[in-house]
T-cell receptor
Framework: DTAVSQTPKYLVTQMGNDKSIKCEQN?????MYWYKQDSKKFLKIMFSYNNKELIINETVPNRFSPKSPDKAHLNLHINSLELGDSAVYFC?????????????FGDGTRLSIL | GENVEQHPSTLSVQEGDSAVIKCTYSDSASNYFPWYKQELGKRPQLIID?????GEKKDQRIAVTLNKTAKHFSLHITETQPEDSAVYFC?????FGAGTRLTVKP
């Protein structure tokens, strides 16, 4: 069974559209994250949730809105997509506490904006 | 937030040689020091980690050393193999270093 699963794996869409990426973990972890990895491979934290509560919100445009219906799910909705949003988005989870336990990553969602 | 500086950005070694990657941090709040490996097109995966109550940890050909006084921690890979070729990241809290692309030439 996949520990951290995110869908879709690939997302190709036009500029200005709205899209969502879903993430689910079956590890029983309390903390979940969203990262953006650009073409230069920088892994940049976007959001972190602990038990459905937002803990970290980095300087991310408010077009990005995370939502955690329960502690096993952390979805990412993006409004008015821009060319600069093209990247690989990784979801991750850890047992508890932000950044003090090993993180388990999903396989990533490659977002391409046309 | 925590700043993490990782060097070098690229590293090329001959198969069988050793590789060392270093990360320098600024904040001492967290006691957790992980290293992740990301193969091409794959997700980052934890390969080794250390907590600040120890100075070194080994797992077969990989080791992590921690110097709390100088605020840096290093990844050591011995007897490198072509399958070690990947991008390696250190992390502090949820912030990652810029990555080191390691190439092991057969």
């Amino acid at each position: 069974d996949t520990a951290v699963s995110q869908t879709p794996k690939y997302l190709v869409t036009q500029m200005g559209n709205d899209k969502s990426i879903k993430c689910e973990q079956n590890l029983g972890h309390d903390t979940m994250y969203w990262y953006k990895q650009d073409s230069k491979k920088f892994l940049k934290i976007m959001f972190s949730y602990n038990n459905k509560e937002l803990i970290i919100n980095e300087t991310v445009p408010n077009r990005f809105s995370p939502k955690s219906p329960d502690k096993a799910h952390l979805n990412l909705h993006i409004n008015s997509l821009e060319l600069g949003d093209s990247a690989v988005y990784f979801c991750a989870s850890s047992q508890t506490g932000v950044g003090i336990q090993p993180q388990h990553f999903g396989d990533g969602t490659r977002l391409s904006i046309l | 937030g925590e700043n993490v500086e990782q060097h070098p950005s690229t590293l090329s070694v001959q198969e069988g040689d050793s590789a060392v990657i270093k990360c320098t941090y600024s904040d001492s709040a967290s006691n957790y020091f992980p290293w992740y490996k990301q193969e091409l097109g794959k997700r980052p995966q934890l390969i080794i980690d250390i907590r600040s109550n120890v100075g070194e940890k080994k797992d077969q050909r990989i080791a992590v050393t921690l110097n709390k006084t100088a605020k840096h921690f290093s990844l050591h890979i011995t007897e490198t193999q072509p399958e070690d070729s990947a991008v390696y990241f250190c992390a502090r809290d949820m912030r990652f270093g810029a990555g080191t692309r390691l190439t092991v030439k057969p």
